[in-house]
C-alpha cells in the first residue's frame, strides 16, 4: 500500500490550503470575459473562506477521524488526490495562461470539483465544512469559463 499522504494533521491543514490556491491559481489565469468578470468577487470571497483556518481545521479534523475509521483507505485516497491535483497545477502553470488552453483549464477545474465531491462524502464535513466546500464548487463553476 502506498504511504499515507499526508500523516498528520498540521500537513493535512498545508496541504488543504496548497490545493485551493492551486484552484486561484487556475481561476485566475482564466480569460478576462465580461460575463464571467462580475462573478470575481464571488470566487475571491469563497477561496478566502477555503484557505481560512476554520475550513482547514475542519478538513483535517475530518481527515484525522477518517484515518482511524474504516474509511481509511478512502481518506488516504482523498489525501493523495489533493496533492496530485496541488502537482497537476504546478506542472503546468505556464500553459495555463494561454488561450488555447482552456480545454486544460476545463479539465482542472473538472477535477477540483470531483475532488471536493470526494471529500464531502468521505470525511462527513460538518455544515460549516459543507458549506465552504459548495461555495467553492459554485465560483469554479462561475467563474471557469465553461
Given at each position: 500500500m502506498t504511504p499515507i499522504t499526508p500523516q498528520k494533521h498540521d500537513d493535512m491543514k498545508a496541504l488543504w490550503k496548497?490545493?485551493?490556491n492551486a484552484i486561484r491559481t487556475i481561476l485566475q489565469a482564466q480569460p478576462p470575459e465580461?460575463?464571467?468578470?462580475h462573478f470575481q468577487a464571488v470566487r475571491d470571497e469563497a477561496l478566502s473562506l477555503a484557505e481560512?483556518?476554520?475550513m482547514a481545521?475542519?478538513?483535517?479534523?475530518?481527515?484525522?477521524?477518517a484515518l482511524r475509521s474504516p474509511k481509511f483507505e478512502a481518506a488516504t485516497i482523498v489525501g493523495e488526490e489533493l496533492s496530485a491535483f496541488e502537482?497537476?497545477?504546478?506542472?503546468?502553470?505556464?500553459d495555463l495562461t494561454a488561450p488555447a488552453q482552456k480545454g486544460l483549464?476545463?479539465?482542472?477545474?473538472?477535477?477540483?470539483?470531483?475532488?471536493?465531491?470526494?471529500l464531502k462524502e468521505i470525511l462527513r464535513l460538518k455544515e460549516y465544512g459543507k458549506a465552504i466546500l459548495e461555495v467553492l464548487k459554485e465560483a469554479i463553476e462561475l467563474t471557469s469559463g465553461e
Open positions: 496548497r490545493f485551493v465580461k460575463p464571467d468578470s481560512g483556518d476554520p481545521e475542519e478538513i483535517a479534523t475530518r481527515y484525522s477521524e502537482q497537476a497545477v504546478q506542472g503546468s502553470k505556464s483549464r476545463k479539465r482542472l477545474c473538472g477535477a477540483a470539483k470531483t475532488i471536493l465531491g470526494s
